[in-house]
């Protein structure tokens, strides 16, 4: 009874239900919800994975008054560009747990009240219509997306939130950005026959959390931009991040090996380079052999790293089709990409956090 008196006195200190407040207006979400909010919203937080990365996409990161824990974690390693280009969020505000684990109390004691909480993957962590209610604060549901069949729906979030926070001119030029860019890896492959592919296998894939050599992606964006032969998508297709087993790789031996370098936080002694290293199993592959394996930047880290995946498929292109991107510095780049996406050019500095293996064959004796 006394939790609720207090739920209930801070929403009348701070003003409740502050959407209703003055004039407003009316979005639809995710959900297909219509949810009243402010006619001007110049204060949000972002919940769940990726959230705050498509508002700093959105150029509207200032909107930010708090933000959940894995913005105030720092530790050696961290692949995500938008953070690195905006060390303000390590120094705001706590409202909730990642992955979308919001705490109504939290969020009521902020000093400075957010008009607008905007919410991705909304079955993760506090439902969001009880969030609402316990806040008073209107929340508004987008859902990720992908840079593959829920393409649409990564370009629709950037349009409800860029509705939401004002910034729909940005958010139509993000959208063609990557349109653009994927558009024109297409291009530099196009035609080429299929002896001219060599066959391909991405590894370490983090899924919440770093994971060993046979985690990999049978849609890994940038193989599916380029039209390569992903040996984990021949046959029956699982979407996202699969396992396979090891004596399945080996069978494969293919042509070339990717190591995504997420996998590096498993330590020394652990991880897709460790195995590469030692396992004999491994040391049996070709590429192995002939020193064929190079390194990626993290593919997902807190959700999908968007611009990275671009960044890792010049990357990819270089490798496999050097003749078709004589002109392409991969590092140039990528701080070409997250120069627009986040505001700054931070390639350099997460390649310097994973031991400076991105974009380069891996050391592996």
């Known amino acids: 009874m006394i939790r609720c008196l207090f739920l209930l006195c801070s929403v009348v200190l701070l003003g409740a239900f502050p959407a209703l407040a003055g004039e407003t207006r009316m979005v639809t979400d995710a959900l297909g919800r219509q949810v009243t909010i402010p006619a001007k919203v110049e204060r949000v937080i972002c919940s769940g994975s990726g959230c705050l990365r498509l508002l700093t996409y ?40 990642f992955r979308g684990e919001d705490n109504p109390e939290r969020i009521l004691s902020l000093a400075v009240q957010p008009q607008v909480i905007l919410k991705v993957n909304p079955e993760m962590g506090t439902n969001p219509v009880d969030l609402e209610r316990k806040t008073g604060i209107p929340v508004v549901v987008l859902r990720y997306g992908d ?54 296998y991405v590894g370490g894939v983090a899924y919440k959390g770093p994971q060993g050599f046979h985690s990999t992606e049978p849609g890994y964006p940038p193989f599916l931009f380029l039209n390569a ?107 070409a990409i997250y120069s627009f996406l986040v505001g700054k050019p931070v390639f350099e500095e997460m390649n310097r956090r994973f031991g400076g293996m991105a974009f380069k064959p891996v050391p592996l004796r």
């Open 147 to 200: 840079l593959g069949r829920k393409r649409p729906e990564f370009y629709a979030a950037l349009r409800l939130m860029a509705q939401v926070t004002d910034r729909t001119d940005r958010a139509e030029a993000v959208i063609h950005f990557f349109d653009a860019r994927i558009e024109e890896l297409g291009r530099r492959v196009a035609g080429l026959p299929d002896s001219a592919k060599s066959r391909v």
């Open 229 to 335: 032969r992903n040996v984990a998508a021949e046959g029956a297709v699982t979407p996202g991040q699969t396992v396979v087993a090891k004596e399945k790789i080996v069978e494969w031996n293919p042509d070339a090996l990717f190591l995504d370098l997420a996998t590096l936080q498993l330590g020394e002694g652990a991880g897709g380079l460790h195995e590469l290293k030692t396992d004999p199993a491994y040391q049996t592959l070709d590429a192995v052999k002939r020193g064929r394996v190079y390194g990626l930047l993290p593919y997902n880290w807190y959700s999908q790293n968007y611009g990275s995946i671009l960044a890792d498929a010049y990357y990819v292109g270089k490798v496999l089709q050097p003749e078709r991107f004589q002109d392409v510095d991969p590092a140039t780049e990528a701080d």
């Open 58 to 97: 959105l150029q509207a990161q200032n909107l930010a008054v708090a933000v959940d824990d894995i913005e105030g974690k720092r530790n050696q390693f961290d692949a995500r560009p938008y953070a690195i280009a905006n060390p303000g969020f390590h120094d705001l505000p706590v409202f909730g747990q």
